[in-house]
C-alpha cells in the first residue's frame, strides 16, 4: 500500500458490485491491487464539525468537509474525477448491468468535491470519518506524537490522510466514498493537549 502526495490513476480498478449486509450496492476501488491512499501535502481547513444528516449524536460514521484552499489538492480531486467517469462508462455494463453513454455516467456521477456557489467561497471535499471500530481516525501533533479529538472543529486545520475506499451505487446515483484514516493537526490547533482543571 503505497501512500502518495498524488493520485496516480494509471493502476486504480473497480471490482465487481456486490451487496453489503446492510443491503448497500459497494465496489472495492483499488491501487494495482491495494488500497488507494491519498494523502494531500497541504492543510485544509475544517469549516464546520463532523456530523450526519439527520444530526444522530450516537452515529460512529460522519460526515467531514474539508476546504481546498490548495489549487494542487483540488486538481488532484478534479483529475480522479476525470478518471472516474471514463472508467465507469467504460466498465457500465460489468458495475451497473447495463452499457451507458459518458453523458449518461456524467448525469449519474456524484463528486466527493463541491464547489461553492459563494464567490471567493473554496470547494469542499466531502469525506467520512469514522470515532469507533477498526477505521477510526487516529489524530496526531504538529510534533508526531498522538492526540486527542479537537474540541472545536470550526476552522481549524488538519493535514488528511485519505482511502479512496469503494463506490456506492444507490439507485440511478453513485460516487466513491473517501475516508479518513488519520489527521495530523497544525500547532495551532493543539488545545486538546493543553487542557487542564480550572478549579483546583
Known amino acids: 500500500?503505497?501512500?502518495?502526495?498524488?493520485i496516480s490513476t494509471a493502476k486504480l480498478s473497480v471490482d465487481d458490485v456486490f451487496c453489503s449486509k446492510r443491503g448497500s450496492k459497494l465496489a472495492k476501488l483499488v491501487d494495482d491491487g491495494h488500497e488507494c491512499i491519498y494523502m494531500p501535502d497541504a492543510f485544509l481547513r475544517t469549516p464546520f464539525a463532523p456530523t450526519t444528516f439527520d444530526k444522530d449524536?450516537?452515529?460512529?460514521?460522519?460526515?467531514?468537509?474539508?476546504?481546498?484552499?490548495?489549487?494542487?489538492?483540488?486538481?488532484?480531486?478534479?483529475?480522479?474525477?476525470?478518471?472516474?467517469?471514463?472508467?465507469?462508462?467504460?466498465?457500465?455494463e460489468r458495475l451497473f448491468k447495463k452499457p451507458m453513454s459518458r453523458e449518461q455516467v456524467e448525469a449519474g456521477y456524484s463528486s466527493c468535491l463541491r464547489s461553492s456557489s459563494k464567490e471567493g467561497f473554496s470547494p469542499l471535499l466531502k469525506v467520512k470519518l469514522d470515532t469507533q471500530g477498526r477505521h477510526a481516525?487516529?489524530?496526531?501533533?504538529?510534533n508526531g506524537g498522538a492526540a486527542e479529538p479537537p474540541e472545536e472543529w470550526r476552522?481549524?486545520?488538519v493535514k488528511p490522510r485519505l482511502h479512496l475506499s469503494h463506490l456506492w451505487v444507490m439507485g440511478t446515483q453513485f460516487g466513491f466514498v473517501?475516508?479518513?484514516?488519520?489527521?495530523?493537526?497544525?500547532?495551532?490547533d493543539n488545545r486538546v493537549a493543553t487542557r487542564s482543571n480550572p478549579f483546583k
Open 1 to 6: 500500500m503505497a501512500t502518495t502526495a498524488m
Open 137 to 142: 481516525v487516529c489524530y496526531w501533533d504538529a
Open 57 to 92: 449524536p450516537t452515529a460512529t460514521r460522519l460526515n467531514l468537509q474539508l476546504s481546498i484552499d490548495d489549487a494542487a489538492v483540488e486538481e488532484q480531486i478534479l483529475a480522479f474525477d476525470a478518471w472516474a467517469v471514463q472508467y465507469l462508462t467504460e466498465h457500465s
Open 178 to 188: 473517501i475516508r479518513i484514516t488519520d489527521a495530523r493537526l497544525s500547532s495551532a
Open 155 to 157: 476552522e481549524i486545520s
